[in-house]
């Protein structure tokens, strides 16, 4: 057992250090491996398999509203790129650029997308003459580049994975209608299949994309009480199509510019599940994003007649994702490489259960162990993946509700930003100066004004002017 133990131990406690606790899981659990490329990783199968489920259940949620998946190119010419000002000037610091074609110099250089607002731009001019061509709903998966200078897996890497929706309408409104859909669509998938409660909201004008008119987020908790960015809408207006000359004939005849919005999650997802639901003993993965929902273990697997009850058992339950570890490992190891994977179930099935007619099921998330008849198991086994799914949420929920403090003056601000870690209430009058100050002084930053507003007093938390929003503010990765 003195194997088995270690194989734990080397993940270091999250309470100890949190930071290198997250690395520990992503390279214990197998998600990851560093590459050569600095700042670049690799995703191993285990972590490429959460990704997949992520990707399929977010594009059959995207297909339900009317969208259609098409491909960019990867490649942005410098002159395509300087189009929208604002844009360009947001992303300059993090392009990546291309001057050379094989030996050759281009004679224009590209860079390598950081996202494909212009792309789509240039596209769209060609293709809508008339309202009849409109709405375009598109999205692409793909990676993007952005030269970042401190890197984590997942979290912050210069390629990562991700989805980019950019839609087109008619109207003003059919483009805040479609941002608003979205978001709240990117809500529901993160309590729904992730298990992950966020708050939804509208970004400070500071903090918004480059060249939206508005951004709005969703905002999760880490188990740390730092807040990561999850999902954003943002609302183009008309500022792109008229960069970018695209015009279309309204029912009277007449010349208007189309209205833009433009969508995205990433791979921080995968992060974000880790640092919510994982433990010192490794990664817990809600049921419905698992790869492995469930692994057997057989127990005296090289006695007759187990490993034939075992396949067996696993071919009944092939309405779940099941896999079968009859490697040679000891149980003990298999149940530690089972339990920092973060599989939700295991069922243990040995000799003297077979002769029992029953297993015994171990959750992943409370270690808690049931005894099952063989008889019932199918539903048994879907009975505690729901309950695991549910409860996991609501455990998250309660550790946010538990994290997030109320600040009603700059005192209480700054006490509960070096003390109590995690979400701070306060009311903001609006000014930018006030933003700049709690973020230079404390190392807050707003992190939305919450759709679901609160008056919490009259005044502004920093200069005591008249409020005009409530804001969740917190340290962010």
């Not at 700042?39 to 990704?51: K, L, Q, T, V």
Request: proline fraction near 4%; aromatic fraction near 10%.
């Amino acid at each position: 057992m003195a194997k088995e133990k270690k194989f734990v131990e080397a993940i270091t406690s999250m309470d100890e250090d949190f930071a290198q606790w997250y690395t520990d899981v992503v390279k214990k659990a197998e998600l990851i491996a560093y590459s050569s490329v600095k700042g670049c990783m690799i995703i191993r199968p285990n972590g490429y398999a959460i990704w997949e489920n992520i990707q399929a259940e977010l594009d059959r949620r995207f297909k339900e509203t009317g969208v259609e998946n098409v491909y960019m190119p990867m490649f942005i010419p410098e002159s395509l790129l300087q189009r929208e000002k604002d844009h360009v000037e947001g992303f300059a610091p993090e392009v990546a650029w291309v001057t050379h074609g094989g030996l050759e110099p281009l004679q224009e250089r590209m860079c390598v997308r950081p996202t494909s607002e212009t792309l789509f731009c240039d596209f769209y001019k060609d293709i809508i003459q008339s309202y009849r061509d409109l709405p375009k709903l598109y999205n692409q998966w793909c990676s993007v580049v952005r030269w970042e200078k401190e890197t984590r897996p997942f979290l912050r890497s210069r390629e990562f994975l991700w989805q980019e929706g950019h839609t087109i309408h008619a109207t003003a409104e059919e483009a805040e209608e479609r941002t608003q859909q979205m978001l709240n669509l990117y809500a529901d998938f993160c309590e729904d299949f992730l298990a992950m409660p966020v708050i939804r909201g509208k970004k400070t004008e500071k903090e918004k994309f480059a060249g939206a008119e508005a951004t709005y987020t969703i905002e999760a908790l880490m188990h740390d009480g730092k807040a990561l960015q999850s999902g954003t809408s943002h609302n183009f207006g008309d500022g792109f199509a008229k960069a970018f000359g695209i015009q279309y004939t309204d029912k009277e005849n007449k010349l208007q510019y189309g209205f833009q919005t433009s969508w995205g999650m990433t791979t921080r997802l995968i992060g974000a599940v880790i640092m919510v639901h994982g433990d010192s003993d490794g990664l817990v993965l809600p049921p419905r994003v698992a790869p492995v929902q469930v692994m057997i273990i057989p127990i005296r697997q090289q006695q007759e007649g187990v490993l034939d009850k075992v396949n067996e058992l696993k071919a009944r339950l092939s309405d779940y994702r099941v896999k079968v570890d009859d490697s040679d490992k000891s149980p003990g190891w298999k149940f530690s490489e089972q339990e920092v994977k973060g599989i939700p179930l295991r069922i243990e099935i040995g000799p003297k259960d077979i002769e029992a007619n029953q297993a015994v099921i171990v959750r992943r998330d409370t270690r808690e162990k049931i005894t099952v008849s063989l008889d019932d198991i199918e539903t048994e086994i879907g009975r505690v993946l729901e309950t695991m799914q549910k409860e996991m949420f609501e455990r998250a929920k309660a550790h946010r509700d538990a994290h997030t403090t109320v600040a009603l003056d700059y005192d209480e601000f700054k006490d509960a930003v070096a003390n109590k870690p995690g979400f701070i209430k306060a009311m903001w009058c609006g000014d930018r100066a006030c933003e700049d100050k709690i973020k230079e002084e404390t190392t807050a930053t707003s992190r939305c004004m919450p759709f679901a507003q609160e008056k919490l007093s009259d005044k502004c938390v920093c200069c005591g002017k008249p409020a005009k929003a409530m804001v969740y503010w917190g340290k962010a990765y």
